[in-house]
């Protein structure tokens, strides 16, 4: 069965930092765009990053403004995980932050919400002093 769990999320100083990790099982994270996504208090949910399948233009990633120099996203073949690494944190990074998968294979990724199948259940990350 296909899960994403996400993890790593809390309360962190503003300029601090948190690495995000999305957990797969179910499939293999290789071969499949994943996507990390961010939903605040009131606002529509927003494609942060995303890392494209091992096939597809080698992995590429994408990153919107708001977090370019920022977040680094990557991919732990070994452990079947993505990470979110999450430097330089601001207050309006403050959101509840999800993973999601594109259950078709070998797909470059996009920062588009329907572009995604499958979604981890989220994890709070406050940015706060």
């Known amino acids: 069965q296909l899960q994403l769990v996400e993890s790593g999320g809390g309360l962190v100083q503003p300029g601090g930092s948190l690495r995000l990790s999305c957990a797969a099982s179910?499939?293999?994270?290789?071969?499949?765009?994943i996507g990390w996504f961010r939903q605040a208090p009131g606002k529509e949910r927003e494609g942060i990053s995303c890392?494209?399948?091992?096939?597809?233009?080698?992995?590429?990633?994408y990153y919107a403004d708001s977090v370019k120099g920022r977040f680094t996203i990557s991919r732990d073949n070994a452990k079947n995980t993505v990470y979110l690494q999450m430097n330089s944190l601001k207050a309006e990074d403050t959101a509840v932050y999800y993973c999601a998968v594109d259950k078709r294979l070998f797909r470059l990724c996009m920062l588009s919400v329907g572009r995604y199948d499958h979604w981890g259940q989220g994890t709070q990350v406050t940015v706060s002093s």
């Open positions: 890392i494209s399948s091992i096939s597809s233009s080698d992995g590429n990633t």
């Open positions: 179910g499939f293999t994270v290789d071969y499949y765009a």
